[in-house]
C-alpha cells in the first residue's frame, strides 16, 4: 500500500502523467536498498522448508540502487522528468534510517539453489503498469 514509498513512487507518478496531481513530496531519496521481486522471495521461503534440516537464511539480490534511480525509471515509464515533479519533504526524513541497505544471499544460493529472477527494471515496469490500470 501507500505505506510503502515504492507504492507512493508509481502511484504519484500515474497520478502526475493522468493530470490528476502536479507533485509528490518524498523525504531522503539518496536512501540505498536491495530491492527485489516478492514471488522471487516466497520461492525461497518454500525452498527452506523442503529442507530436512531448518535453518536461517537471507533472501536478497545483493544488489542496491537509489530511490533515485526507483524514481527516474518509474517517471520515464510515464514520460515525465521526475525532477520536475518531486519535492522534499523534512517531514518524510526519518532521523535514524540508514543510508543503505543491502543483504548477502550467498548461503541460500548455494544451499538452496535459490537466486533472484526479476531485475530492479523489471520490478519498476511491473508497478508501474499495475498502477497505470489502478489509477
Known sequence: GENFVTQKIVRGAASIAQGKAETLELGNTEIERDWGYAPDYVLGM?????????????????????????????????????????????????????????????????????????????IIKSMCEAAEKIN
Not at 78 to 97: A, C, M, S, T, Y
Request: with cysteine.
Open 46 to 122: 518454500w525452498m527452506m522448508l523442503q529442507q530436512e534440516q531448518s535453518d536461517d537464511y537471507i533472501l536478497a539480490t545483493g544488489k542496491t540502487h537509489k530511490l533515485s534511480d526507483f524514481l527516474k525509471l518509474s517517471f520515464e515509464y510515464f514520460g515525465l522528468d521526475h525532477q520536475k515533479h518531486i519535492r522534499i519533504n523534512p517531514k518524510f526524513v526519518r532521523p535514524n534510517e540508514p543510508v543503505k541497505l543491502c543483504g548477502d544471499s550467498s548461503k541460500a544460493q548455494n544451499i538452496l539453489e535459490w537466486k533472484p529472477s526479476v531485475s530492479f527494471e523489471q
